[in-house]
C-alpha cells in the first residue's frame, strides 16, 4: 500500500538520524518490538507516533546545523516541510478510514446479496448496476423493493431529523389524515418509534389487541384507515446509527412470514447504505 510506505520511509530515515532503534523507539514512546513492525511495514504507526519521526526528521536539533545559527529562509522551508509531512499523515489517516469503510460496505452488500438468494427475493434495489440518481430516487426505490419484499400496497419511509424526531419522507396508500397524524412523530407509543428505540424489527400484528396502540387515539385513525397490522424496520448504518424506519402495513390482522421479514431486514440495510452513499 502507498500509504504504508510513507511511514515506513519515514521512520527508516529518523532511524539513520538517530543511530539505533532502542533510542528511536524511547523518543517515540513505543517499544522496540512495536517500532520493528512499524519499520517492516507490518503494522500502521498512529498518527502521534508518525508524527514525533517527522520532528526528529525536521528538528535541527538532530543535525550538525544545531551548531549554527539557521537563516530564515531556511527555518521557512522546514516549516512548511513539517506542515506539508502533517497533512500527509492527515490524508493518510483519512484515506485508510475511507478504504475501510469501503470494504465494511462491500461485505455488507455481498452478505444482502447471499440473503436475497437465500430468500429467493430480487429486486433492482440490489442490481449491480442500479445508480440513483439522488436521495429521493433511493428512498423511492427502498420503500417499492419493502413494499414487494412484504406483499403489500402500504408502507413508508421515515427518517429522523436534527432534534431526533421521524418525518414521512416518501409513502404509499396513505390518506392525507393518516399523514397528518403520523408526521413529525406525534404519537411516541408506535410500532415504528419502538423499532427505532430499540434497533429492531418490530411486528405488530394485530393493531386492535397490542398494548402499543391500546385505547390510543392513533388506534382510531388506524382502525379508518385500513390498517390492521404494522411491520416496521429500523434503517441503520453499518456503524449502528439509527437512521430511520422503513414501515409496511397490512389490511388484515397478520404477522409477515419469516422470509419476508428477513427480506424487509436486507431492504432496509441495502437501503441505508445507499441513503448513506448518496
Known amino acids: 500500500m502507498p500509504g504504508r510506505r510513507v511511514y515506513v ?40 507516533v508518525f508524527l514525533k519521526a517527522v520532528d526528529i526528521l525536521f528538528n535541527n536539533a538532530w543535525g550538525a546545523t544545531r551548531k549554527a545559527p539557521e537563516d530564515p529562509a531556511r ?26 469503510a469501503t470494504k465494511e460496505l462491500r461485505a455488507e452488500t455481498a452478505a444482502l446479496r447471499d440473503a436475497l438468494k437465500a430468500s429467493a427475493f430480487s429486486h433492482r434495489l440490489f442490481d449491480p448496476a442500479y445508480r440513483p440518481k439522488d436521495r429521493q430516487d433511493v428512498l423511492q426505490t427502498g420503500l417499492d423493493a419493502a413494499l414487494q419484499a412484504a406483499s403489500t400496497d ?29 408526521d413529525g412523530g406525534s404519537e411516541p407509543r408506535s410500532a415504528c418509534a419502538l423499532a427505532l428505540a430499540e434497533h429492531r424489527q418490530i411486528v405488530v400484528a394485530d393493531v386492535m389487541l397490542h398494548a402499543l396502540y391500546a385505547g390510543t387515539p392513533m ?22 446509527e439509527a437512521l430511520g424506519v422503513v414501515s409496511t402495513h397490512f389490511h388484515e390482522a397478520k404477522a409477515p412470514k419469516e422470509e419476508q421479514l428477513e427480506a424487509l431486514d436486507v431492504v432496509a440495510k441495502r437501503t441505508s447504505a445507499l441513503l448513506q452513499a448518496a
Open 154 to 182: 402500504r408502507g413508508d419511509i421515515e427518517l429522523i431529523d436534527g432534534g431526533g424526531a421521524l418525518h414521512i419522507e416518501v409513502w404509499r396508500g396513505f390518506s392525507e389524515a393518516l399523514l397528518k397524524f403520523f
Open 9 to 48: 520511509r519515514t521512520l527508516e530515515r529518523a532511524l539513520r538520524i538517530i543511530g539505533n532503534e532502542e533510542a528511536l523507539a524511547e523518543l517515540l514512546w513505543v517499544r522496540p518490538a512495536t517500532l520493528r513492525r512499524y519499520l517492516s511495514g507490518e503494522a500502521r504507526p498512529p498518527d502521534d
Open 219 to 240: 388506534l382510531e385513525v388506524l382502525r379508518a384507515a385500513d390498517i390492521r397490522a404494522i411491520c416496521a424496520t429500523p434503517l441503520m448504518s453499518p456503524a449502528g
Open 75 to 100: 527555518t521557512e522551508r522546514r516549516q512548511r516541510a513539517q506542515d506539508m509531512a502533517r497533512s500527509t499523515a492527515e490524508l493518510l489517516r483519512t484515506t485508510d478510514a475511507t478504504l475501510q
